[in-house]
């Protein structure tokens, strides 16, 4: 009997021990060992003045045990590997119990393997899948976005009138509840640069976006039951929700990029050694990636519109009956269309209807939940996610505003306001005070739908900054928005002067895409500007927590005169043309900015990924980190300066 031996990682006869037995131990059996019949050696042709092959150092060929000590180890010919995988596997079954077959000729490499090649596929599905990662992202951000404000907007309307409002709910006062909705989404993110760097952080990008996305969906569930306990508490967690899935959003997409870059550069001595990317080596890539973002996101105003116009449009007046009571229209107008009829629905919509149209829409946002959730990969691998929030939730806490002393951000901020006034302005103020009260309630989603198809179109025209220089995407867009402004501020149409829908679609699609080269000219900028993937949520954060303080400030301003509005956007508008033009002035000149020194992450795991550089300071964590950060100063310019540059 044969018995397979771990020392010499060979089959040997029953009783026979390899190194670490005895040799010579009498055999556990009463029958003798098999003999072993010699192999006939095979002539090979002579290399290097050898002719034959050079004896195993096996344990056959010592002779341990009953083994005979002619016996030689067994290599594969040239004809052993030109074989089919089938004899292979026939003669290797042979070969292991005639206790022929070594260890190196199962797990050694493969004939045919080619390393290079192999690495080349690895390399190539990686980039693949971050290119599925950013079309599932912006993929879900736009069904998301889309899901929130067609309900919101088809909610906006049913409450609007007086006959849905007395026959549905009686005297439950919808109005007081729908302007607390609107209080609680606008209201809420004024705090939200105290906890969004602490929730990317502690969930993770990803997690982040997932969470937001799951409170999109709760708000579309809560209207299942329209009560105050359920409306308001869902909008509150809204506004709660709108900056860290905004942020996480913007940090998600710049570091697929980055990681596209290191994948496509993989033999790259940087990328092998983990060190920061050469400056601008990324841009491309965040240029095109930001670009397909916003190119699938601006979609997001059509698929708004489809309950409008498949589902609400059955139901609205006419503009001979809703607009009856308008006077003026346009820079004329004051407020939110002033003189609107009460009464908009021709006839009250079936309670079944609503329920079916509202769990269309409740699937698709369960849809991009199970889009970020499994389309969706990292953005940080687990070690990089462990130091991001292992340099203290207090320094976390403090990092935004320390960041905010850099004057490029400082610079941008008119921008970011700006952003976040055009939005809303086209969305309501626009919409409503030009072009319902030109057209009526019926024309408003094919208004909006012109102004989506135009942003999405129109985001592809960013990767100009491919050949351009960058300051050319956002100053095109600024002055577009410029010209269309001073437009309106003159302009005062009649109401229901249908004959103005061509030159009211013309504006909404030019408006559309000063936006899109707006908000992709930011994204990009700011990825550009900031390639640190230790600093990118901070810096996300900032510009959507300032985009939501300018959405509030529209929210509060809704009961001025549109001249008035009009006034503060043109001021904003340039206000942030000329802040942007002498950073770059700044930037161009090399003046050197300032950004806070990140801290070093201080790990209370101990294992082979953590141990410290010195072993005599393990013992005491706590002590040797605040010994290290009081080594280095709390800031540092990012840039080097000139003996005759001062910090600024």
Not at 68 to 83: D, E, G, K, N, Y
Not at 240 to 249: C, D, G
Not at 551 to 562: A, D, H, K, N
Not at 609 to 636: C, F, I, K, M, V
Request: proline residues 4%.
């Amino acid at each position: 009997m044969w018995q397979w031996d771990r020392s010499s990682i060979n089959w040997v006869p029953v009783g026979v021990r390899g190194v670490l037995g005895v040799p010579g131990a009498a055999p556990l059996s009463s029958h003798p060992a098999r003999p072993i019949r010699k192999r006939k050696q095979r002539q090979l042709r002579p290399e290097s003045g050898t002719a034959r092959r050079q004896p195993a150092r096996g344990c056959r060929a010592r002779g341990c045990g009953s083994a005979p000590q002619t016996q030689q180890r067994w290599r594969r010919t040239p004809a052993a590997a030109r074989m089919r995988p089938k004899q292979q596997r026939v003669r290797c079954w042979a070969l292991r119990h005639r206790g022929l077959l070594q260890l190196d000729d199962i797990v050694g490499a493969h004939t045919d393997y080619n390393e290079e090649e192999e690495e080349q596929k690895y390399f190539r599905r990686k980039r693949l899948g971050v290119v599925k990662n950013v079309l599932a992202a912006s993929l879900a951000a736009m069904l998301t976005y889309s899901v929130y404000l067609g309900l919101l907007q088809m909610q906006l309307i049913l409450h609007y009138d007086e006959t849905y409002r007395e026959v549905k709910y009686s005297n439950m006062e919808l109005e007081d509840i729908d302007r607390k909705v609107l209080m609680g989404i606008n209201v809420t993110p004024v705090v939200a640069l105290l906890y969004t760097p602490v929730l990317i952080r502690f969930f993770g990008t990803k997690w982040t976006m997932f969470l937001a996305v799951g409170i999109y969906a709760l708000f579309v569930s809560s209207n299942y039951w329209e009560r105050y306990f359920t409306l308001v508490p869902s909008a509150v967690a809204i506004g709660v929700a709108i900056v860290p899935f905004w942020a996480s959003l913007g940090n998600y997409i710049t570091r697929m990029a980055q990681k596209y870059y290191e994948y496509a550069n993989y033999k790259e001595e940087h990328v092998q050694e983990q060190r920061q990317a050469p400056r601008g080596a990324c841009s491309a890539y965040i240029v095109v990636f930001q670009t397909i973002f916003y190119i699938c996101f601006h979609l997001s105003f059509i698929c708004a519109q489809m309950p409008m116009l498949f589902f609400l449009n059955n139901y609205i007046y006419q503009l001979n009956h809703t607009l009856s009571g308008v006077k003026h229209c346009g820079t004329l107008s004051h407020g939110m269309l002033t003189g609107f009829n009460k009464t908009v629905l021709d006839s009250l919509p079936r309670s079944v209807n609503l329920i079916m149209v509202e769990s269309v829409l409740m699937a698709a946002a369960f849809l991009a939940m199970l889009m970020v959730l499994l389309l969706c990969g990292s953005a940080y691998g687990t070690t990089e996610e462990i130091d991001l929030r292992s340099i203290g939730w207090g320094n976390i806490f403090q990092l935004p505003f320390k960041h905010m002393r850099d004057y490029r951000l400082r610079h941008l901020l008119p921008f970011f306001i700006y952003s976040g006034f055009e939005v809303l302005f086209v969305c309501n103020d626009f919409s409503l005070n030009y072009g319902v009260c030109t057209l009526g309630l019926e024309k408003l989603a094919y208004l909006l739908i012109a102004y989506g198809f135009s942003a999405s179109t129109c985001s592809s025209l960013a990767l100009c900054m491919l050949r351009l220089r960058r300051q050319y995407p956002l100053l095109a867009g600024a002055l577009l928005h410029a010209a269309i402004l001073v437009m309106l501020f003159c302009w005062a149409p009649k109401p229901q002067q249908v004959e103005q829908a061509p030159l009211l679609y013309t504006i909404a699609a030019l408006w559309g895409m000063g936006s899109a080269l707006n908000k992709t000219g930011i994204s990009i900028l700011l990825g550009m500007l900031y390639e640190d993937k230790e600093r990118q949520d901070f810096i996300f954060t900032i510009y959507h927590w300032w985009q939501a303080l300018a959405i509030f400030t529209v929210y509060l301003w809704s009961g001025l005169p549109m001249k008035a509005k009009l006034s503060l956007m043109l001021l904003a508008l340039g206000l942030a043309a000329g802040s942007y033009i002498w950073m770059e002035r700044r930037l161009a000149q090399r003046v050197a900015f300032r950004l806070p020194r990140m801290p070093r992450p201080r790990h209370r795991a101990s294992g082979y990924r953590y141990l410290e550089e010195d072993s005599d300071e393990t013992n005491s964590e706590d002590e040797g980190t605040s010994r290290d950060n009081s080594q280095h100063p709390a800031e540092e310019d990012e840039t080097p300066r000139d003996d005759g540059e001062q910090r600024n």
